[in-house]
């Protein structure tokens, strides 16, 4: 069993609503060892893509995507969820994203200097529910004509749509924890992995 | 010259009211080589403190943050600026912040949980201008009754009141680039660093 699994299994905490809290090691507090076999895990699944830039979207797919960046040595980019002063509209791709959790629909944003149709792109983020933080990534790949070459989560809702919505699209998706379920505040696992 | 310093000269680009644009490589898209160099200087400065916990706010420290934390093999926390749905009220310490360049007050808070008495924190942050996110990280570990080891800081501009403000409260302060002036687009930095 995953370092990550088992750490769902001990410190995860299941809420009403089928929302899993894992704020002490993924996603607020960041436990190193976590992170680190998150981003082996990453690193060996998508080892023959030819990836040029890893991307993200702030705030929490930024610490795993920086760690696999790192290691590739190659450059990440993460999507802004305000408009920077430094950045004017016609140089900007942007999507929309909606929050389900949030209940709100943000627009997201990137530079178009920093994604070319020459760029491999590996989107990481840390969690995939209904996946359209994923879908508005994707949708950010292609204006600008660069080619998405995976989609890496650290935990996956399996009981939700996002995954199908990602496959869909013709694009690998891999998942280093997949939640068939929370019923009843128990975690259980998707059988055949990834 | 550090590798900080020549990307800014080469890459950096000073904007009208003192604003220096560096998305390139640092708060949007990020040089996994500039961010692998800024994380050596901060551990080697800091080396000597016994840290447990490296503390940042969403979402430009997170890269630098998670980078000293991973090699330190400590934990990392990060700030946020929403309220995330996991933590109630009571759980949360919290704090204003203001941010001159968006002219909004905006409050950021962590889980009680992640900062206790024993916690001996460094603080990292991307910028350092008007000092209001480094204090208001600083107000968060006192309310925990922890101890704040150091702010460690990519870029500052020294030519802003934040560096006098923390020193002002005892705290160690490390910044690894001090621009002195952006004054006729034209970058100089501190010559007596640090």
Redesign the interface.
Known sequence: MSYLKEKILKDG?V?DGN?L?V???LN??????V??EISNEFIEYFKDKEITKVMTI??SG??PA??V??H???????A?K?E????SNEDQFSTNVHSY??NKTSRVL??K??LTPDDKVLIIDDFLANGEAALGLIDLVEQAKAEVVGVGICVEKSFQPGRAKIEDKGVDIFSICRIASLENNKITFVEDEH
Do not use: C
């Open positions: 905490v809420l929302v809290k704020d002490s090691f607020h507090q960041i436990d190193p060892v992170l680190k702030e705030a930024i610490a920086i760690l960046a790192s590739l040595n190659i450059p990440m980019l993460f802004k305000t920077p002063s430094t950045l959790t949030k990137v530079s200097q920093y």
